[in-house]
């Protein structure tokens, strides 16, 4: 008799996420939904929370959360991609809020490990407290409420993880954050929107890891500057997320998932392989041929073709995806 296969942490996630909005009217929660967004895209004081109480944090963490890990897990995959034989013995994440980093962790590295949540909002901090005693690698878990500015330190631990944090802080609190990771870390990853705005904020913590001794582990098959020149393009990937009831109702349509764009920089003070190269565009996929965009590791941005007389490899490429590692591993 086989045994009970447990859920994933992605299925547990979804499961704990879906009776958040038990009891407030679904168009309450898509109003608050709508309001926490136009919060997030404009300038938003560093002292003011965005994330008000319960019901704000509740419609929020139902609405982004899905999103967020789906970003987060993918990336981490490339770095335990570039780094098999590392598992970090501990996690940091910083301004995590209702903790969808920590729940990435657990689904790319088995077992729990210490974990500690640092955020401002205490209704955030909560709520994902809450959500986590459904993930036993997360029942351990430390929320910790702090300021998240240029007094912020970190104690030494093997992973920080920053998620779409970098664009609420002002400069000197980037710096100082990415900073703080760089001193406290053994492996540091920043995932912002897959946004040109974005793309330049993950470049400039790629610049201060570097300047602090990382080497970059994922995306880049390098540690030297990007070949993409400034304002000709941006430097993103995209990662599919189950669209849940509410998701529907805020955005319109019908389809049952979307598309989060990010764009992501992973770095580590332990040796870790990168990928040769990086398909960093959606595959062409067209009769005998597939074209895919690459970044190099010459520090540059190349073109190739793949056609059916490259046997095997015609077949990877017809099965390669955005953001994957080219050529693919056996």
Same mark, same amino acid.
């Given at each position: ?186 492996? $540091? ?26 080497? /970059? ?8 500057? @990007? ?52 398909? $960093? ?8 041929? /597939?074209?895919?965009?690459? @970044? ?35």
């Amino acid at each position: 008799m086989n045994a009970p296969v447990s859920p994933s942490p992605a299925d547990t996630l979804r499961t704990a996420l879906s009776g958040l909005l038990d009891g407030l009217p679904p168009r309450q929660a898509a109003q608050a939904v709508e309001r926490l967004i136009g919060h997030y895209r404009g300038a938003t004081p560093t002292d003011a929370p965005i994330l008000r109480d319960r019901a704000d944090v509740a419609a929020y963490a139902a609405y982004r959360m899905p999103a967020t890990f789906e970003a987060v897990r993918s990336a981490l995959e490339a770095l335990a991609d570039a780094a098999p034989e590392w598992t970090p013995s501990g996690h940091v994440d910083v301004g995590g809020g209702t903790g969808a980093a920590t729940w990435a962790v657990t689904a790319v590295w088995d077992g729990s490990r210490p974990t500690t949540v640092l955020d401002w909002a205490e209704p955030a901090l909560a709520l994902g407290k809450e959500i986590a005693a459904a993930n036993p690698a997360l029942r351990d878990a430390r929320w910790q409420r702090s300021r998240i500015g240029t007094s912020l330190t970190l104690a030494p631990t093997d992973l920080v993880t920053v998620s779409y944090v970098l664009n609420e802080l002002t400069a000197a609190d980037r710096a100082t954050l990415v900073d703080a990771a760089a001193t406290a870390a053994q492996a $540091v990853l920043i995932v912002e929107p897959g946004t040109p705005d974005g793309y330049t904020r993950v470049l400039e913590a790629r610049d201060r890891l570097i300047a602090a001794g990382f080497r /970059v582990a994922a995306p880049c098959p390098h540690s030297a500057a @990007c070949p993409i020149a400034p304002g000709t393009d941006w430097c993103h990937f995209s990662a599919r997320v189950s669209r849940s009831s509410l998701h529907r109702q805020v955005k319109g349509g019908s389809l049952p998932y979307e598309d989060e764009k990010f764009a992501y920089v992973a770095a580590s003070r332990f040796p870790a392989t990168p990928a040769p190269s990086r398909i $960093v565009r959606k595959p062409q996929i067209r009769k005998g041929q /597939v074209l895919l965009d690459l @970044c190099e590791p010459e520090e540059r941005l190349d073109r190739v073709t793949v056609t059916k007389r490259h046997g095997e490899l015609y077949k990877a490429a017809r099965d390669a995806e955005w953001g994957d590692a080219w050529p693919a591993a056996d």
